[in-house]
Nanobody, 127 residues
Framework: QVQLVEAGGGLVSAGGSLRLSCAAS????????MGWFRQALGKEREFVARVNWSGGITNYADSVKGRFTISRDNAKSTVYLQMNSLKPEDTAVYYC????????????????????WGQGTQVTVSS
């Protein structure tokens, strides 16, 4: 089992940047692929990005491709989401998640594909 704690959310103006982090504890971090999801008010939780166990394979939702970067530091058991060129439509609660299938995959984008979740961090982008 793994416990996940997100940090780094906040209020930013459109066009600005934020970096989210998610610290993991428990089982060996490299046993998991890691993902970021987000949920805007009144909407379903949606996939944002995924990174495999080594950090060498990443996948993104089309809505964030070219603006967001997912990465991980296995020595620190932490996954990051660098968010640039933020838009008001990026406003949401952002969640990190862990998948026991630790490989990269362009198809594992459903919330049911992930086994463990953090509590979320709010990101608000003002226009």
């Amino acid at each position: 089992q793994v416990q996940l704690v997100e940090a780094g959310g906040g209020l930013v103006s459109a066009g600005g940047s934020l970096r989210l982090s998610c610290a993991a504890s428990g089982r060996t971090f490299t046993s998991y692929a890691m993902g970021w999801f987000r949920q805007a008010l009144g909407k379903e939780r949606e996939f944002v990005a995924r990174v495999n166990w080594s950090g060498g394979i990443t996948n993104y939702a089309d809505s964030v491709k070219g603006r967001f970067t997912i990465s991980r530091d296995n020595a620190k058991s932490t996954v990051y989401l660098q968010m640039n060129s933020l838009k008001p439509e990026d406003t949401a609660v952002y969640y990190c998640a862990a998948d026991r299938r630790n490989y990269g995959s362009a198809s594992l984008r459903n919330i049911n594909d992930y086994n463990y979740w953090g509590q979320g961090t709010q990101v608000t982008v003002s226009s």
